[in-house]
């Protein structure tokens, strides 16, 4: 396994050591992090997919990206063994330091194949879903050994509002109690850094509606478990041309003051890193005929949409699925323009 974890110092090294690096790179949770991340959700379950994956993961590396987003569940499992891969080849050449990558992973649905013997049926929702303390500790330790890591930097629940379907939200909130001291004692292990919600609904649904989730209420669930320096640092969802919940709908509220989620996000001290960039591929060719003017210095309908979401105030990364070197050359793209120039 690696060791190590993201520093502060090793981060910092490594945007600096990039001509992009004075608007490319932001603070998050004393890190240095891209706002541009590698994902790797979509593909097939085969070899070639994953071969592909390893050499977008290291060209993205390479490139200055030094965000990488998967899950225990993406691909079955191989897409964390792509990453594995990825690793291993830029450690072995020099070019990259474990210490110089925010490596981030989820846990929550039943994976084939992974699905720990000690799981009870109480434990989980719909039959596909659990947060269960005991559930979470097994499938960290699966994507420790999947990733070769002996520590992960972001460690989030996987659509936790998926529970919501099948269980009233009390009994939910009793359970994310549960989830989120058992993540506070690994945190306290130091077999992660931070944790936080990767969710696809939660954060964009209406207070009243059926699976909404409160970030102050986690937020102070995790104050009450751990005190200030508690570990609850990071939210993933879903942000883009189409989806722009996060920035334009009031559904968050402290002390009854109503707010977006990136607003109440930068109140909390809650870093937000932004899914969907380009809806799995769908805004790659297919923005407004007039979404070059707002853009003058890109050249492809994906460069503007991965600059209309990373210059969105509040979100720190603009997580973008690349499966191959060649996305990764023209994502990267995205870069030449600062943050303002939106």
Known sequence: MLSGRATREATASYSARFAIRDFFYRNAQSLTVSSVGIGTYLGGHDDATTH???????????LGINVIDTSLNYRHQRS?????????KLQASGRCERDELVICTKAGYLVPGAVPEMLREGDVAGGMHSIAPGFLADQLERSRGNLGLAAIDIFYLHNPETQLAYIDEETFYVRMQ????QLEHMAAQGRISFYG???WEGYRRRPQQPGALSLPRLEEMARQIAGDDHHFRFVQLPFNVVMQEAATLANQFI???PMTVLEAARRLGITVIASASLLQARLAGSLPENGGERFPGLATDAQRAIQFVRSTPGITTALVGMSRPEHVYENVGAAQLSARDA
Do not use: H
């Not at 549960?178 to 001291?181: G, K, P, V």
């Open 52 to 62: 592909a994956y390893t050499d977008a993961i290291t060209a993205a590396v390479e």
């Open 80 to 88: 964390e063994f792509a990453v594995r891969a990825a690793l291993v």
């Open 178 to 181: 549960s989830a989120f001291e």
């Open 197 to 199: 919600t990767a969710t």
């Open 255 to 257: 002390d009854d003051e």
